[in-house]
């Protein structure tokens, strides 16, 4: 039977371990989030191309 400080030993080692993989995931999570949003910016840019939006564009006229 483990004693106290070996449970605790035990517990404390599966809480870093716990934590280490949610970074992981969170990381994970970020990067495909990152990803989509990379991925409609292309997609919405790629439109305005299309429709012609871009041959008149002007940075200064967002302002």
Do not use: P
């Not at 004693?3 to 280490?20: C, D, G, H, N, P």
């Amino acid at each position: 039977m483990e004693s106290k400080q070996q449970k605790l030993a035990r517990l404390k080692r599966q809480l870093v371990e716990t934590k280490e993989q949610m970074d992981a995931v969170s990381a994970d999570m970020d990067a495909e989030r990152k990803r989509v949003r990379f991925w409609k910016l292309l997609r919405v840019g790629l439109i305005a191309e299309e429709a012609g939006i871009l041959d008149s564009y002007n940075e200064n006229d967002l302002y």
